[in-house]
Nanobody
């Protein structure tokens, strides 16, 4: 089993930046794919960025050019650098390998004021 602990969220003005961290613990040596997700109030959770062990990344269109996902395999940690934040980025952010099989962490709240 793998557990996720997200951190780094906060309140920021539009145009600002935040760096989120997700520490994975447990049976982590098999982790290849990992993604960052977010859930805004009243909306479904969506994946915003993903990365595989070799470094290939993928982003949802709404964050391309603003968010950067990276990982440190030695620390079992994945990061999400978020720049030029917009109010519509306000959400609780989570990381996960595959939510069909792994429980969600507590998430970290990101609030962007206009």
């Amino acid at each position: 089993q793998v557990q996720f602990v997200e951190s780094g969220g906060g309140l920021v003005q539009a145009g600002g930046s935040l760096r989120l961290s997700c520490a994975a613990s447990g049976n982590t040596f098999t982790i290849n794919f990992i993604g960052w997700y977010r859930q805004a109030p009243g909306k479904q959770r969506e994946m915003v960025a993903s990365i595989i062990r070799g470094g290939h990344t993928n982003y949802v269109d709404s964050v391309k050019g603003r968010f950067t996902i990276s990982r440190d395999n030695t620390k079992n940690t994945v990061y999400l650098q978020m720049n030029n934040l917009k109010p519509e980025d306000t959400a609780v952010y989570y990381c996960n390998i595959d939510p069909r099989y792994y429980p969600w962490g507590q998430g970290t709240q990101v609030t962007v004021s206009s």
